[in-house]
Structure formats: structure tokens, C-alpha cells
């Protein structure tokens, strides 16, 4: 059999932005993909409507990603935001933007998303096989093989490797590529959870099941370090916290975590205003509702199901009159208002997490062609590469502009 000129692995956001790019500069081009369809996580991503990027500038994109995030330069500049959305307006799907800059498809429907990049690949004659689990690369008389677990094996002059991170596994994202690449030499910087639900110690966490929070800031505490939130939303689980405030400074907490057995997680729950503020409001309750018990007249404060596990923080019974609440308890009250205070202690299991943190090591990829640096013709591209983001359509947007890159520069290698 004739070699491809490039084999892709891995049928996610970037390996098929990858397979298109390189078919785009006529270049034959094959995907392999060990499910029995492709964009398996990009149909959950978004909560099933897929936020596919988000029209922030190159410079945010940047900061977002952390120590990653200059590596990612050229790739963001190669294909952007903009470029992606009209990359998807040429298919027909239209998008919109929402809320802190987070772009969706007009029908809010992942599936249309990937319908049409089905069809991108159908248009420009990639050849997808599908229920193909790769295990091995190998470099053979100037090209690549790439060996699959059923006993083929295809020969093609460059190869990206574009198999995910190892969450959700459900999804195809196991891990195999770390392994691969491990293999043929490269450093993979230790996996962790990324936007993962954080584990708390406290035992009575289950009782808080389902409250969920809103315009509220958290603040993860750590020796003489803090760690704060914007204002946003979360939600109590029965094993700890979880919500975007959560999800987005899970990485950095779980690296914290490395250095310090627990983290002391503040919640402010009025963040709008300040102690005085604070001072005031409950002294005019008192005054007019000195005759109400104390669990109802937090109703107007905070949620039902909050009140008695916050009043017994206090060791305040919940049925003492408003009226004789003493001055030490309603300051007690106040501070605990702007600092209801968790201990995290882990982690839902990295099978558990949006995305994964950890992966290639940078230093061992190009990042002006997504190529190894140990490797001849081969590229990486997506969550495989070292360095995550928040939610908001950062992640996928740099699976799309470094699959896009690593297709366009193996074709024209």
C-alpha cells in the first residue's frame, strides 16, 4: 500500500482540525480514531451545547494557560477565535457570543458541531478508520509507522498524535498517547485533574447536597498565600464543591495540594458588600424582626438548606430570638458571611475531570510547528501537550489552533 503522506491519530477537535488542514494543502491524509465515531468529548463539552472558544484577545488567551500559555503564541496567531468561527460559518453553523466572552453554535447543539467538521473531513477526502487503537509509532526507512492493535499497520511521512488527555475516559481519552510518546523517548510531565470537583473534609458536606450558590467569591487559603475567584456560582456535592469558581482553580489548587495536605476554602457569600455594609443590614433586621427566631430571619441571607449548618458553625441555636443574638454573635455572624470556611483535601480521580493537566513536556515540542524535537515528523496537538486553562472555551480553542498549526507545517514540511 502507498504511504499517506500524513496519518493523524485521534478524531477529537484537534486531530480533526489537524486532518483537515493538512487535506486543505493536498496532502493525503488518513485519521485513525479507536472509536466507532469522531468528537466523542467535543458532544459533552458546554454541558452538550460545546463552547468552542471564547472571543477573548490573544494576550488573555495567553495568561489563561499560565506558564503554558507563551508556547502557545503561534498557534494562536496561526488560527484564532475568529478565524475558527468563520471556519464553521463556511460549513453553514452559524455562533454567537454569550456571558465573559464564551462563543456557542447559534443552536446550542454539539452535535451540529460535529456534523460539520464530519463533513469538513468527508469535503477534503480524509480517509477516517474508525475503531482503530493505535499502540505503537515507529520510525522505518524515513517515515512512520504507526501500528494499530488489531495488527495493521500504515506508513505515512509525518504523524500527529492528537489522542486527548486521560479524562473522561468514556470519551476515548485513556491515555495511550503519553504512553506512546513516553516510548519513543519523550518527558511527560506528571497527569492531574483540570477542572475537576474538589473533595472536602468535612463530614457534613452531604447535608449541603445540591445548594447551589450564586454571586458569591471563594478564596483557597494555603500558609501565608491566597488563592481568590471573580464573582460566580457554586455548588455543594455530597463529597465537597464543585461550579465554575471551583472547576476553574482546580488545577492550581491540586498543585497546591502537592506542597500542603489540606487547603482552607473561604467562601464570601456577599461579596457586594463590605463588613460595615454587612453590620448595617443585620442591625436593621434585628430592629424590625426582633421577635423572629433566628434560622428564619437568615432566610432573606441565605439559602434554606445553608441556615442550619452555618448557625451550628456558630454554636447559635437556630431557634434563639433575633433580639438576643449578643453583639459577639452577630460580628461572628458577619465573618462568617464573608469567610464560611472548607477544608479541601483532593480531588474527584483524574477518569473524573473535564481536562488533563500534566502531559508532553513542552520544552520537547516546537512550538513554531507543533514537530517533536526528538522525533522527526512528528507533531502533537490538544490536551497531549503540557498546560491547561479555565473553562470558557480556552482548551478548545488551543486543540483547534495547534491541530490546525501541526497539520498546516507537517504539510508543508
Not at 493525503?28 to 454541558?47: P, S, Y
Request: net charge positive; with cysteine.
Amino acid at each position: 500500500m502507498k504511504p499517506y503522506d500524513i496519518a493523524v491519530i485521534g478524531g477529537g477537535a484537534a486531530g480533526i482540525m489537524a486532518a483537515i488542514r493538512a487535506s486543505q494543502l493536498k496532502k493525503k491524509v488518513v485519521l485513525l480514531e479507536r472509536n466507532d465515531a469522531i468528537g466523542r468529548k467535543i458532544l459533552i463539552t458546554g454541558k452538550g451545547r460545546c463552547n468552542l472558544t471564547n472571543a477573548a484577545d490573544i494576550a488573555t488567551f495567553i495568561e489563561k494557560f499560565g506558564k503554558s500559555g507563551e508556547f502557545f503564541r503561534t498557534a494562536f496567531h496561526t488560527f484564532f477565535n475568529a478565524d475558527l468561527m468563520e471556519f464553521f460559518q463556511s460549513l453553514g453553523l452559524e455562533t454567537k457570543v454569550e456571558r465573559q466572552g464564551r462563543v456557542f453554535p447559534v443552536n446550542d447543539k454539539a452535535a451540529s458541531v460535529v456534523e460539520m467538521l464530519k463533513k469538513a473531513l468527508e469535503e477534503n477526502g480524509v480517509e477516517v478508520l474508525y475503531d482503530s487503537r493505535v499502540k505503537e509509532i515507529r520510525p522505518c526507512a524515513g517515515s512512520l509507522l504507526v501500528a494499530t492493535e488489531d495488527g495493521r499497520e500504515i506508513a505515512a511521512s509525518k504523524v500527529i498524535a492528537a489522542t486527548g488527555g486521560a479524562s473522561y475516559k468514556a470519551t476515548g481519552s485513556s491515555g495511550d498517547g503519553f504512553a506512546i510518546a513516553e516510548k519513543l523517548g519523550h518527558k511527560i510531565v506528571p497527569l492531574t485533574p483540570g477542572l475537576v470537583p474538589l473533595v472536602a473534609k468535612e463530614p457534613w458536606m452531604k447535608e449541603l447536597q445540591g445548594v447551589a450558590l450564586e454571586n458569591i467569591r471563594i478564596t483557597f487559603e494555603y500558609g501565608k498565600k491566597r488563592l481568590s475567584s471573580d464573582v460566580g456560582e457554586l455548588m455543594f456535592t455530597h463529597f465537597g464543591v464543585s461550579g465554575p469558581l471551583v472547576l476553574d482553580l482546580s488545577s492550581q489548587v491540586m498543585t497546591i495540594l502537592k506542597e500542603h495536605k489540606e487547603v482552607r476554602l473561604l467562601i464570601d457569600l456577599k461579596p457586594g458588600l463590605r463588613d460595615e455594609q454587612l453590620e448595617s443590614k443585620l442591625l436593621h433586621k434585628f430592629k424590625i424582626k426582633g421577635n423572629i427566631i433566628c434560622k428564619n430571619m437568615m432566610k432573606d441571607i441565605l439559602p434554606q438548606r445553608l441556615i442550619t449548618r452555618f448557625l451550628k458553625l456558630l454554636d447559635i441555636n437556630e431557634n434563639l430570638r433575633t433580639n438576643q443574638i449578643t453583639q459577639a454573635q452577630r460580628r461572628a455572624i458577619i465573618r462568617t458571611l464573608k469567610s464560611f470556611p472548607v477544608t479541601i483535601a483532593g480531588s474527584l480521580p483524574l477518569e473524573e475531570a473535564m481536562v488533563t493537566g500534566g502531559g508532553i513536556s513542552i520544552k520537547e515540542i516546537d512550538p513554531r510547528t507543533m514537530e517533536s524535537r526528538l522525533v522527526p515528523g512528528l507533531y502533537f496537538a490538544g490536551e497531549m501537550i503540557e498546560g491547561t486553562a479555565p473553562s470558557g472555551g480556552y482548551n478548545l480553542q488551543q486543540a483547534f489552533s495547534t491541530g490546525y498549526l501541526a497539520g498546516e507545517k507537517a504539510a508543508n514540511a
